[in-house]
């Protein structure tokens, strides 16, 4: 199986910068796309950014926020700048990986970011 664990997450004042990472391990397998998502108290969770073949962001985060990836460490990296209260929320990764000729859809365990003063 592949495991995803995340890290970065923490308190961070309003217009301040944090970056996460989420790492991938387990068997011999490719990874296809990487995707964060975040849940916010009493919402949906929703998505953020998705790097595979091109990157892609949501509005909220645009010019903001950048996603990038270390092929060779299979890890995935979401740099937070400028960041607002509404920010504030439990950030998930998710990677579609190619194992044993099927694609799989792994989540990561999340991290909590908080904005605020």
């Known amino acids: 199986q592949v495991q995803l664990v995340e890290s970065g997450g923490g308190l961070v004042q309003p217009g301040g910068s944090l970056r996460l990472s989420c790492a991938a391990s387990g068997a011999s397998f490719s990874i296809n796309t990487m995707t964060w998502y975040r849940q916010a108290p009493g919402k949906e969770r929703e998505f953020v950014a998705t790097?595979?073949?091109?990157?892609n962001y949501a509005d909220s985060v645009k010019g903001r926020f950048t996603i990038s990836r270390d092929n060779t460490k299979n890890t995935v990296y979401l740099q937070m700048n400028s960041l607002k209260p509404e920010d504030t929320a439990v950030y998930y990764c998710?990677?579609?990986?190619?194992?044993?000729?099927?694609?799989?859809?792994?989540w990561g365990q999340g991290t909590l970011v908080t904005v605020s003063s």
């Open positions: 998710n990677m579609v990986v190619l194992l044993n000729t099927r694609y799989l859809s792994v």
């Open positions: 790097s595979g073949g091109g990157t």
